[in-house]
């Protein structure tokens, strides 16, 4: 018996430990990236998609908190740590934050569709205005629905002996809730699925109409950035079909506690992917983080201060070669010109001088 509640109680500490060591860095890692956007309104607030990206960033960071804080100490006591009550507020906040999360997600692939494929008509559709009545639909949505779990009926709960928030299926409401949020959660996914092929098949639109108001070297590294924010996106939304699917199907195969710990950590990885992928693709974000948290050896792009003074250095002198070439070939040609003058004028003379005598 004592070698059984040993065994149980070390299970129950690596769960709690592979919980912990998932969340709270990728929680941790999400509040710097928040700080760096909103330390730099005027480079990031002019784009919608960064907008919406702080409203996810928001209802992740929320899910990732109830994972670390609530979570992990529940599954180290193996009890509701605050009592049946808080508990059930804790599965409003979870489901308001996931419901927050799906129209959000649906909203920045529209946002991308605009930007790479209707690129003259992105700042008119999706400007402050527009960005926050988006904004507004997408938390009225996360609230009505996600607060129908504070209703008897329906109940999400965190079991800590399986490792995993889901569904009290003793409810009858819940049966339901759980299609309506399988259906959620797919339509969601076929947004996103038609914005995305979209983005890959039709060609961007041409850029006549902005063409007073942007040169084409302009267009075409604007085009560049909105497409790369696209892909950007994407890989986020393949861990999310991956992982939100499981948070709702690994249940009805199987009742281990591994397998639902499993769907634990691809919930958590789905949510504490995005700041690592900003990081890595994400070149304006990753060099203002690196300016912000590393300032002493770190310039605005992201390259150390002695690189970026070598490779200053590098172009102005590539620069000046180019000029100077440039002036020789021009003083070539005017050298060749004037003797080509010259001769001219010489053969005239000549000619005329030929005729008189004549």
């Given at each position: 018996?004592?070698?059984?509640?040993?065994?149980?109680?070390?299970?129950?500490?690596?769960?709690?430990?592979?919980?912990?060591?998932?969340?709270?860095?990728a929680l941790a890692v999400?509040?710097?990236?928040?700080?760096?956007?909103?330390?730099?309104?005027?480079?990031?607030?002019?784009?919608?998609?960064?907008?919406?990206?702080?409203?996810?960033?928001?209802?992740?960071?929320?899910?990732?908190?109830?994972?670390?804080?609530?979570?992990?100490?529940?599954?180290?006591?193996?009890?509701?740590?605050?009592?049946?009550?808080?508990?059930?507020?804790?599965?409003?906040?979870?489901?308001?934050?996931?419901?927050?999360?799906?129209?959000?997600?649906?909203?920045?692939?529209?946002?991308?569709?605009?930007?790479?494929?209707?690129?003259?008509?992105?700042?008119?559709?999706?400007n402050r205005r527009n960005?926050?009545?988006?904004?507004?639909?997408?938390?009225?949505?996360?609230?009505?629905?996600?607060?129908?779990?504070?209703?008897?009926?329906?109940?999400?709960?965190?079991?800590?002996?399986?490792?995993?928030?889901?569904?009290?299926?003793?409810?009858?409401?819940?049966?339901?809730?759980?299609?309506?949020?399988?259906?959620?959660?797919?339509?969601?996914?076929?947004?996103?699925?038609?914005?995305?092929?979209?983005?890959?098949?039709?060609?961007?639109?041409?850029?006549?109409?902005?063409?007073?108001?942007?040169?084409?070297?302009?267009?075409?590294?604007?085009?560049?950035?909105?497409?790369n924010l696209a892909l950007?996106?994407?890989?986020?939304?393949?861990?999310?079909?991956?992982?939100?699917?499981?948070?709702?199907?690994?249940?009805?195969?199987?009742?281990?506690?591994?397998?639902?710990?499993?769907?634990?950590?691809?919930?958590?990885?789905?949510?504490?992917?995005?700041?690592?992928?900003?990081?890595?693709?994400?070149?304006?974000?990753?060099?203002?983080?690196?300016?912000?948290?590393?300032?002493?050896?770190?310039?605005?792009?992201?390259?150390?201060?002695?690189?970026?003074?070598?490779?200053?250095?590098?172009?102005?002198?590539?620069?000046?070669?180019?000029?100077?070439?440039?002036?020789?070939?021009?003083?070539?040609?005017?050298?060749?010109?004037?003797?080509?003058?010259?001769?001219?004028?010489?053969?005239?003379?000549?000619?005329?001088?030929?005729?008189?005598?004549?």
């Amino acid at each position: 018996m004592n070698n059984s509640s040993t065994s149980e109680a070390w299970m129950d500490r690596i769960a709690a430990a592979t919980i912990a060591c998932l969340s709270l860095p990728a929680l941790a890692v999400y509040i710097l990236v928040v700080i760096v956007i909103a330390n730099n309104p005027q480079k990031f607030a002019n784009n919608s998609y960064y907008t919406l990206l702080l409203s996810l960033a928001l209802s992740d960071s929320v899910l990732l908190s109830l994972y670390g804080f609530y979570a992990v100490p529940c599954t180290l006591l193996q009890e509701n740590i605050f009592g049946a009550n808080f508990d059930i507020l804790i599965g409003v906040i979870f489901n308001i934050a996931y419901f927050s999360c799906l129209p959000c997600i649906a909203a920045i692939g529209v946002n991308r569709y605009f930007a790479v494929c209707q690129f003259v008509s992105y700042d008119s559709t999706f400007n402050r205005r527009n960005t926050r009545i988006v904004l507004a639909i997408v938390w009225a949505i996360g609230i009505f629905f996600g607060s129908g779990q504070a209703f008897p009926c329906c109940t999400l709960r965190f079991s800590h002996y399986n490792y995993s928030f889901a569904y009290d299926m003793t409810n009858w409401g819940n049966v339901y809730f759980q299609w309506f949020d399988r259906f959620l959660t797919v339509c969601s996914f076929f947004v996103i699925f038609f914005c995305y092929v979209a983005i890959i098949v039709k060609r961007p639109t041409k850029f006549g109409s902005t063409e007073n108001r942007l040169n084409t070297l302009q267009q075409t590294k604007r085009k560049n950035v909105e497409r790369n924010l696209a892909l950007q996106f994407g890989v986020i939304v393949l861990i999310l079909i991956f992982a939100g699917l499981s948070f709702t199907i690994v249940p009805e195969l199987t009742a281990n506690r591994w397998f639902m710990l499993v769907a634990s950590v691809l919930y958590i990885v789905n949510n504490g992917c995005g700041p690592f992928v900003y990081l890595i693709f994400n070149s304006t974000i990753r060099s203002h983080f690196l300016q912000l948290y590393c300032r002493s050896t770190i310039e605005a792009d992201g390259k150390p201060a002695g690189l970026m003074k070598l490779g200053a250095a590098v172009k102005v002198i590539n620069t000046a070669r180019r000029l100077s070439n440039k002036d020789n070939n021009k003083v070539k040609e005017l050298r060749a010109s004037r003797r080509n003058t010259t001769l001219t004028r010489r053969e005239t003379v000549i000619r005329r001088l030929t005729v008189n005598r004549q």
